[in-house]
Nanobody, 122 residues
Framework: QVQLVESGGGSVQAGGSLSLSCVAS????????MGWFRQAPGKEREGVAA???????SYTDSVKGRFTISKDNAKNTLYLQMNSLEPEDTAMYYC????????????????WGQGTQVTVSS
């Protein structure tokens, strides 16, 4: 069983930055990806960024060049550095450790954190 705890959300003005962290307790099974997903009110949950088991990274187009995902294996921690935030980035952000299902955006099986709120005002 993997438990994930996110932190670092908050409120910021457009153009500002936030850094999210996700600490995993319990070893993440080999072959699992780790990623950040978000869900805005009235919208479906979407993939933001992910790190595959081979270390490769993926980003959704709207955050490329602004967000950076990284992982510290020694600390069992996943990070998301978010710069140049836009009001459209406002959402609940979730950390996941998962087995991808055909795409890094699709979760075949995995574990979720409880989420951390990010609010960007214009």
């Amino acid at each position: 069983q993997v438990q994930l705890v996110e932190s670092g959300g908050g409120s910021v003005q457009a153009g500002g930055s936030l850094s999210l962290s996700c600490v995993a307790s319990g070893a993440t099974p080999s072959g699992y990806s780790m990623g950040w997903f978000r869900q805005a009110p009235g919208k479906e949950r979407e993939g933001v960024a992910a790190v595959a088991s081979d270390g490769s990274t993926s980003y959704t187009d709207s955050v490329k060049g602004r967000f950076t995902i990284s992982k510290d294996n020694a600390k069992n921690t996943l990070y998301l550095q978010m710069n140049s935030l836009e009001p459209e980035d406002t959402a609940m952000y979730y950390c996941a450790a998962y087995v991808p299902g055909g795409s890094w955006r699709k979760i075949y099986f995995g574990y979720w954190g409880q989420g951390t709120q990010v609010t960007v005002s214009s």
